[in-house]
């Protein structure tokens, strides 16, 4: 019997889950935004500290560099901070869809087995993934190089060929591979195989699942954008004219940490919100399907707790 999975039911199931649990999705939100809301912080702290002009000095001063160095290093620190957060939220999202009814402490979030394994299948998809690319950059080059001296255009053109249809078929890899990650949740454990035979056959279901879901974010992006606009603009006083004359003259030399605390907060807990509420969105419809895909498959399949 051919396994399948709704797309509309799938695409649904963030906006359903937002609505039966919107105080955990404000968490995983709260939980997401807050690297966000340090580096802003860390952000004004650096540009307030040293005007443009000694930005765009050619030889900047030992000063300016050892800022430089020390933004960059807290940079890479919020970065990582903000990978293993994902990982967390992400397991958190999982486990709200493939067990609904389980009961939970601190919105679902913690650190466990479900998110080791998590962020070690996702750090060896990544490296697989980029380890494909720079075979397949290389393949493509030898071609290239091999064809030059009989003819340059074909050449080009069959190089860029086979990287093309290498990144296709690379794609369709990481789509089959998408459902690893979720039923790892879902049958607590390492999901390699059974992730990728649950993908048999499913690519172009996750291919319409993935631009359905991009195309739901993006539009719903818009126009939270333009209703943040509306309100930095008129209701704030906020204008294009203070902004040039912010690029213009550089920085104010002193961060003026009360005001920036008071709009910060204030603007944090809508914008947590909407963080998580994107998130589970984007993350909720990869595991419904991985949960319809497994409840049904046969009988004597692992499966999770929740199906039976």
């Known amino acids: 019997m051919t396994t399948a999975f709704s797309i509309g039911e799938a695409l649904a199931s963030g906006f359903k889950l937002t609505r039966r649990r919107p105080l955990r999705v404000w968490a995983w939100g709260v939980l997401a935004a807050a690297p966000s809301l340090l580096f802003g912080a860390l952000t004004l702290r650096f540009f307030g500290a040293i005007s443009i002009e000694e930005l765009a000095a050619r030889e900047p001063s030992a000063t300016v560099m050892a800022q430089i160095v020390q933004f960059q290093a807290w940079s890479g620190l919020l970065n990582l901070l903000q990978a293993l957060i994902a990982v967390v939220i992400a397991a958190a ?22 998110e080791v394994r998590l962020a070690i299948i996702g750090v060896a998809m990544v490296a697989g993934l980029y380890a494909a690319a720079i075979v397949i950059g290389l393949i493509a080059f030898a071609i290239g190089v091999s064809l030059w001296f009989v003819s340059e255009a074909a050449a080009v053109a069959l190089g860029l060929l086979v990287a093309v249809a290498a990144g296709l078929a690379i794609w369709g890899v990481a ?50 954008m333009a209703l943040i606009a509306v309100v930095l603009f008129l209701a704030a006083g906020v204008n294009v004219f203070t902004i040039a004359a912010m690029l213009q003259h550089g920085a104010p030399p002193e961060v003026d940490w009360p005001a920036f605390l008071g709009w910060g907060l204030a603007a944090f807990v809508p914008l947590s919100w909407l963080q998580g509420f994107l998130g589970t969105v984007m993350l909720a419809p990869y595991a419904e399907a991985c949960r319809s895909l497994l409840a049904q498959a046969p009988q004597d399949e692992a499966r999770p707790v929740a199906l039976g």
Not at 93 to 111: D, I, M, N, S
Not at 180 to 194: E, H, K, M, Q, Y
Request: charged letters at 15%; aromatic letters at 10%.
């Open 93 to 114: 999202v999982f486990r709200a869809v493939f067990f609904p009814e389980r009961p939970v402490r601190f919105a679902g979030l913690k650190v466990g087995m479900d």
């Open 175 to 224: 789509l089959r591979a998408c459902l690893i990650v979720p039923a790892s949740v879902g049958l607590n454990d390492f999901a390699f195989v059974a992730g990728w035979r649950l993908g048999k056959g499913q690519v172009l279901r996750l291919l319409g699942l993935s631009l359905a879901i991009i195309t739901v974010v993006i539009a719903m992006e818009l126009v939270l």
